[in-house]
């Protein structure tokens, strides 16, 4: 982690008051590190500091950032011993270490102690640091969860995929194909933390009970395809050759602004106009609208699926075999189901189900922008229900305020994409 210091602004600062507020310090996140914060630091410490939080202290924060800790066990611990020291739940920790036996603790032996919030923040903008922290503390508090690369982005970050479910029916869900668009990546991470949770406690989800869920669907998510545009717009790729080159080429479209107005990954190409289903249509309209060469957004690069990132979800819908498919974007508060003449069985019928549950409006692409993309190609290459989902209202990219009245208008569709799908 880079050294921040104070009068430092940004997403760093951000993170370091998100952890410090969920390690029970009072402070606001404002990505302004001032005085207060400074302050709030000195007592989490334990000591007075000069506020340069360097790699040590990082060390002590992130943890809050992916919800856990490590204990090494101590002749005379116990559980209920354990989770006292670290205010936390007796049964979370069993949780994260199934292979534990509360009456028999081994002294010498490291275990997981997740602490008593939810993993996933409502309240910051996402990167792939941020992510990265995330996914791997919900792992490892529902270890039954399953966790793999993708493939990498064009900067060489892992893009994750996470599994959930052990029933025969596919389902896959995706994320942040667009920079300026994050606030989709903690609605699928939520998701995840949410279900997860319900399946242990014996709950439900939408009136649907998770076991149920569980023993009938197999979920993939991708909750973050553009890891390397993301970084730039939310501002923790901020120097170096590839945020230089990010520079000169929003600098020949002065009308978007930069980094805000980004869309693209860090080549400077739309991964929504990457795959093969007219393509050729998409690059035709997009060149007569100035989008010829690399750009913030709407190229359609050198050739279909040119880009890791395109790919790599390519290369996953290949390898399985999803009965549906929901593409989040932002937004409009739109489901868009359809790709020219393919009506794939039950599909208006679900996208209507859709609309019921979360108050969006169903409708057909605009011409515009009816090709090339994710939703497009999977209808056109498996005849089965695709749908692009565009969440919120605004200006993108849309305030993390939004997240809770997004999350709350999509969880029904989440689940629903389990519910309606069918297996052929």
Known sequence: MKTIFPGDEGILVK????????????TGIDGIFGPTTCRILSAFLGAETDCIVTEEIWGQLIPYMKGYTSHLIRGGD????????????????????????????IPGIIIRVPFDFDVVAANVPYTSLLTEYIVEGLTVRYPFLGKRSAG??????QIPLLRIGTGKKQVFYSASFHANESITTPVLLKYVEDYARAYVRGESLQGTPASKLYEENELWLMPLVN????????????EGAYYERAEQIAA??????????????INGVDLNLQFPAGW??????????????????????E??????????????TLAQDFMLILAYHTQGEVIYWKYLDYDPAGSREIADYFAS?????????????????????????????????????????????????????????????MTQSRLK
């Open 78 to 105: 116990t559980i209920d011993a354990i989770a006292r020291r670290y205010r936390t739940q007796p049964e979370l920790i069993e949780q994260a270490n199934p292979e534990l036996k509360p009456e028999n603790l």
């Open 15 to 26: 993170y370091l008051q998100l952890a410090l507020t969920r390690a029970g310090y009072v």
């Open 152 to 157: 990498n982005s064009v900067m060489g970050q």
């Open 357 to 417: 549950v979360s108050g969006y409006a169903v409708e057909e692409t605009p011409a515009v922008s009816g090709y090339a993309g994710y939703k497009d190609w999977f209808i056109m290459t498996y005849n089965r229900p695709g749908y692009t989902i565009e969440a919120g209202l605004g200006e993108n990219p849309l305030p993390m305020s939004q997240f809770g009245q997004i999350y709350r208008d999509n969880i029904g569709i989440l689940t629903g994409g």
């Open 227 to 238: 890891p390397d545009g993301v970084d730039l717009v939310n501002g923790l790729l901020t």
């Open 303 to 316: 050739a279909p699926l040119s880009e890791p990132e395109s790919r790599a979800v390519a290369e996953v």
């Open 280 to 301: 050729e249509n998409a690059r035709e309209i997009k060149y007569a609208q100035g989008y010829s060469s690399p750009a913030p957004r709407d190229y359609v690069g």
């Open 252 to 265: 020949g479209y002065p009308q978007i602004p930069f980094p805000d107005g980004w869309k693209a990954n």
